[in-house]
Nanobody
Framework: QVQLVESGGGLVQAGGSLRLSCAAS????????MGWYRQAPGKQRELVAT???????DYSNSVKGRFAISRENAKNTVYLQMNSLEPDDTAVYYC??????????WGQGTQVTVSS
């Protein structure tokens, strides 16, 4: 079983920045894809950014150029640097990791609120 602990959410004004962290622990084999998703009220959960073990990254069009995903494999930790935040970025952000066994795990979510 893998446990994910997220941190870094909060309230910020439009144009501001936040950095989310997600640390994985527990009984696990090598993590392959690590990423972030978000869910706004009344909307479906959507992809924000992912990072593979080979170093490739993928971003939602809505965050390209503003958000940056990074990871520290030795620490099983993934980060999301969010700059130039907009009110539409307001959502609960969830960490997701996938291991070599294709098992997927989710964090509990962290609230990000951007005021206008």
């Amino acid at each position: 079983q893998v446990q994910l602990v997220e941190s870094g959410g909060g309230l910020v004004q439009a144009g501001g920045s936040l950095r989310l962290s997600c640390a994985a622990s527990g009984s696990m084999i090598k993590l392959t894809t690590m990423g972030w998703y978000r869910q706004a009220p009344g909307k479906q959960r959507e992809l924000v950014a992912t990072s593979t073990l080979s170093g490739s990254t993928d971003y939602s069009n809505s965050v390209k150029g503003r958000f940056a995903i990074s990871r520290e494999n030795a620490k099983n930790t993934v980060y999301l640097q969010m700059n130039s935040l907009e009110p539409d970025d307001t959502a609960v952000y969830y960490c997701n990791v996938v291991n070599w066994g294709h098992q997927s795990y989710w964090g509990q979510g962290t609230q990000v609120t951007v005021s206008s």
